[in-house]
């Protein structure tokens, strides 16, 4: 609800306030629709690649054929990362949660930038390019030194999806891997000003730098309600367990109130497109691989947060199904939010790049509840 205060307004968790100009990402909630600069995502996800959609996302246009390998080449030259960021991640506890882990190497990067504090376009270019080349060969060397193996260094030979996965596991992947990891990472990689864009643009607009709002944007999507939703899901399927345990597992969740992960979303009220999609090609993955069982759970899940709670706009989102996906790909439960973040670190830096063309701090105001005209107690009288 919104209260106008002298002239300000207070809507809380700023459902409806529009905070930003862009021209990355087009959200219609009531229909479902998701556009790239004006692509659909189902065309973009059927035809696209996520190096091609980054350019997309980044220029406004899709590339012609030289620009792509341009923009191909130069972020194979900055997969690796820099030995001493490799020597620190040696030095994370193996037990540590992926995204923090994540969150302290991507703030560390700057460390080894002397651009780091250059705030110019060309300069915030290279450094995007850099977070979204670098970022994968984090996830997968802090997965691989928690597991105490040898860290792998990337193979600038592959795509950034098929090296990921080269880089995580030691072995090339398949096609099939390769194209659903990089489907993820299109499906993924914007959507507007959702929290942790949100959080990213509050950062850069006080002039700081692209590395600290990389840092506080993973921070933001850790959390259970946006981007961690998806480690959820996998959660809610490994609990119920069998497809026979389903009915009973949801009708309890529901009926105490709990929400149920991977679904219900802020702007969409309709199906969440990119679910849509992700529903179906996870159902062909599954049948490539036998492996039917977390689909079948998926899909009546599904069946009955419609019939219970269809009516209230509440739907499966992009978490729902992707969690399943990744499940198919092999990668670990923890590692599923710290993808999101490789996929989300497009939009992030794009979304900074258009901030900084037209920049404003970010400053809301508060509503002050508390008391006034207080007086002060000494210590000795409270
Ligand atoms: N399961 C059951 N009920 C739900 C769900 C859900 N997943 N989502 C919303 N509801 C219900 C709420 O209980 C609430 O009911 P009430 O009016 O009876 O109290 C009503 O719908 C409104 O829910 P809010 O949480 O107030 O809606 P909001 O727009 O703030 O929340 C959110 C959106 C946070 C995504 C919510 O739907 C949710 O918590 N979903 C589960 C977590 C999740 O999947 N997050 C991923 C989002 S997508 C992304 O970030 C990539």
Redo the contacts with the bound molecule.
């Keep these: 609800m919104s209260v106008n205060l002298d002239e300000k307004i207070f809507d809380k968790?700023l459902?409806n306030t529009i905070a930003a100009e862009s021209k990355m990402s087009y959200i219609d909630g009531v229909n479902g629709i998701l556009e790239y600069v004006g692509i659909d995502i189902d065309s973009l996800a059927r035809n696209s690649t996520f190096e091609e959609t980054t350019f997309l996302l980044w220029n406004g246009r899709l590339p012609n054929e030289q620009e792509l390998a341009t923009l191909v080449a130069a972020f194979r030259a900055e997969y690796h990362i820099p030995a001493g960021l490799i020597d620190l991640i040696k030095t994370f506890p193996t037990d540590a949660a992926p995204m923090h882990a994540l969150q302290t190497a991507v703030a560390a990067l700057a460390l080894h930038d002397s651009e780091a504090d250059v705030n110019d376009p060309d300069a915030n270019l290279r450094k995007s390019i850099k977070l979204v080349a670098k970022t994968p060969a984090i996830v997968a060397a802090f997965d691989r030194h928690r597991k105490g193996k040898e860290i792998i260094d990337p193979d600038p030979s592959l795509d950034i999806a098929s090296n990921f996965l080269w880089m995580l596991n030691g072995e090339k992947p398949t096609d099939t891997m390769s194209k659903a990891l990089d489907v993820c990472l299109i499906l993924h990689a914007d959507h507007g000003t959702?929290a942790s864009t949100f959080t990213s643009l509050v950062v850069i607009s006080t002039l700081s730098d692209m590395y600290s709002s990389m840092a506080a944007a993973i921070g933001a999507l850790r959390g259970?309600?946006?981007?961690g939703?998806n480690e959820?899901v996998m959660r809610m399927l490994d609990e119920i367990g069998e497809l026979d345990n389903v009915d009973a597992a949801i009708n309890q969740k529901?009926a105490d109130?709990d929400?149920?992960?991977?679904?219900?979303?802020?702007v969409y009220k309709a199906v969440d497109p990119r679910a849509t999609y992700l529903k179906t090609f996870t159902k062909g993955l599954a049948e490539d691989t036998g492996n039917l069982k977390l689909y079948e759970m998926s899909s009546r899940i599904e069946e009955i947060m419609n019939e219970k709670?269809g009516s209230?706009g509440?739907y499966p989102?992009?978490?729902f199904y992707s969690a399943t996906t990744y499940f198919s790909l092999g990668l670990e439960l923890d590692l599923f939010t710290p993808l999101f973040a490789i996929a989300r670190m497009v939009g992030w830096t794009g979304h900074c790049m258009e901030q900084l063309e037209d920049n404003k701090l970010i400053r809301p105001g508060s509503n002050y509840v508390g008391p006034h005209e207080v007086p002060y107690a000494p210590l000795d009288q409270r």
């Design positions: 968790g459902a959702n259970p309600l946006h981007g939703a959820g529901l109130k929400k149920i992960m991977g679904f219900g979303h802020r709670v209230r509440i989102n992009v978490d």
